[in-house]
């Protein structure tokens, strides 16, 4: 069973590029999320899709966008890309049921370098 | 607003011995969830073990448990019989139950396992 995979796993790119991150979530999973970890933080939530539908969204400005297709898997966008932008992205996934203790899955990031 | 604040930089233990990993967390939901995950160098966040917070008992997942004093709102987790796989940056995180799947991270803590 495929857990939750991402591409690429590294990616490097000039300021005012635009960036697209690729999110297969795991078997079954029907929701995913996307985090933002800089160096040395925790990861900060960007935002949530669910049903083609972006749910619920963290304190990010509408440089960060998203996607999610039929089959649950998602892309995350990033505009005008900054030096600030620089960090590892991650994807998780899960299967909605706000009655559960509804465990995220992660997969292993892309690292985005802006110069 | 949630707030998971983790004071431990770093950790060192060594090998065979149990190690306590601090976490408190600011909340005001009355029903919300805790979770540890361990995050090796790969990248990929790994989920090790969950507290609800009306559940009597704390959890046990294997040589991980969760020390989870609510009135201290503090939820730390233990590793006993530590092995050297177990040297990773630890994430303490929170979610609001009533809600969707969005977790809040702490900075994280570097255990480092000698052997």
Known sequence: DA???????????????????????????????WYQQALGQGPQFIFQYYEEEERQRGNFPDRFSGHQFPNYSSELNVNAL??????????????????????????????LSVL | AQKITQTQ??????????????????????SYGLFWYKQPSSGEM??????????????????????????RKSANLVISASQLGD??????????????STLTFGKGTMLLVSP
């Open chain 1, 3 to 33: 857990g939750v995979t991402q591409s690429p796993t590294h990616l490097i790119k000039t300021r005012g590029q635009q960036v697209t991150l690729r999110c297969s979530p795991k078997s079954g999973h029907d929701t995913v999320s």
């Open chain 2, 87 to 100: 040297s990773a940056m630890y994430f303490c995180a929170m979610r609001d139950l009533s809600g969707y």
């Open chain 1, 82 to 111: 900054l030096l600030g932008d620089s960090a590892l992205y991650l994807c998780a996934s899960s299967f909605t049921d706000p009655a559960t203790n509804e465990k995220l899955f992660f997969g292993s990031g892309t690292q």
């Open chain 2, 9 to 30: 930089p770093g950790m060192f233990v060594q090998e065979k011995e149990a190690v306590t990993l601090d976490c408190t967390y600011d909340t005001s939901d009355p």
């Open chain 2, 46 to 71: 790994i989920f090790l073990i969950y507290q609800g917070s009306y559940d009597q008992q704390n959890a046990t997942e294997g040589r991980y448990s969760l020390n989870f004093q609510k009135a």
